[in-house]
C-alpha cells in the first residue's frame, strides 16, 4: 500500500500543478491537490517503514476521506456536465482520494482477517 499511496499522491500533485498551470496562475486554491499530494507522499515514504507503517496508512486513510469530503462537489459537478478546470481538477481528486480511501479500507479488512487467522 505504501507503493500505492506514493503513486496516487504524485498523480495529486501533477493534477494541482497542471490545474494551476490551466487556470493561468490565478489562484493558488488550484494547488490544493499538489499540496494533499505531497501530505500523502510524506505518509507513503513512511509507511515503507516497518515500524511506522500502521500509523503512516491510518493518516493516509484520513487524509484521503479528508480530500474525498472536500472534493465530491467538483465530481459531481464534472459528472453533470460542467467542464472547467475546477470542476475537472477537483473530480479527479475525488476520485483518486475516493480510490486510495477505498483500498486502504480494504488493505485494513486484510490486514485484520490475516491476524485472526494467526
Given at each position: ?70 472534493t465530491i462537489g467538483g465530481l459531481i459537478r464534472l459528472l453533470g456536465g460542467t467542464t472547467?478546470?475546477?470542476a475537472i481538477s477537483q473530480g479527479l481528486t475525488a476520485i483518486l482520494t475516493g480510490t ?19
Amino acid at each position: 500500500m505504501a507503493n500505492t499511496t506514493i503513486g496516487m499522491a504524485a498523480a495529486l500533485i501533477v493534477i494541482g500543478v497542471v490545474g494551476y498551470v490551466a487556470t493561468d496562475r490565478q489562484s493558488a486554491t488550484a494547488l490544493i491537490p499538489a499540496f494533499l499530494g505531497l501530505l500523502l507522499l510524506a505518509f507513503g515514504w513512511l509507511a515503507r517503514n516497518e515500524a511506522y507503517r500502521k500509523h503512516a496508512m491510518h493518516a493516509v486513510a484520513a487524509f484521503a476521506l479528508l480530500g474525498l469530503l472536500g472534493t465530491i462537489g467538483g465530481l459531481i459537478r464534472l459528472l453533470g456536465g460542467t467542464t472547467t478546470p475546477a470542476a475537472i481538477s477537483q473530480g479527479l481528486t475525488a476520485i483518486l482520494t475516493g480510490t486510495l480511501l477505498a483500498l486502504c479500507v480494504k488493505s485494513f479488512i486484510d490486514a485484520r482477517r490475516r491476524r485472526a487467522r494467526g
